[in-house]
């Protein structure tokens, strides 16, 4: 298994906190893939997930964007920010109401910035799953 203490923060592999209303709950980099579970009776409207994203080329002003897309890549969230490691947070009551329209349980996190003349790729960040 794992182990998140370890993860590697040298300046040439990218990682990621992601932090629950404000409190980092988890760590990754580009080798890593996980699934955030969150229990479905526990969402309050007013919680939120913020990710930063620390690039081994920073760049700190360009635009910054994490989306999430259901099963079928539809999106549904499109959250911006801007430079290098600075928080993109979204509201989790849009996946509550996706879920409430849909019944969607499952969802991607993708996160990608916008740097002028270079093309834009969206790196697979994470997962999350509404139990």
Not at 62 to 79: F, G, R, Y
């Amino acid at each position: 298994m794992y182990s998140f203490a370890n993860v590697s923060k040298a300046d040439t592999i990218d990682f990621w906190h992601i932090y629950y209303n404000n409190v980092e709950i988890k760590e990754g980099n580009e080798y890593s893939k996980f699934v955030l579970n969150l229990n479905l009776d526990k969402i309050k409207n007013t919680d939120s997930l913020s990710f930063r994203y620390y690039h081994d080329s920073p760049c700190f002003d360009c635009p910054t964007n994490l989306i999430v897309e259901d099963k079928h890549q539809q999106l549904i969230i499109k959250a911006r920010g801007e430079g290098n490691f600075n928080p993109i947070t979204f509201n989790l009551k849009c996946l509550i109401d996706y879920f409430n329209l849909r019944g969607e349980t499952d969802f991607k996190v993708y996160y990608y910035r916008e740097i002028e003349n270079h093309k834009i790729y969206k790196i697979s960040v994470f997962s999350i799953k509404l139990e």
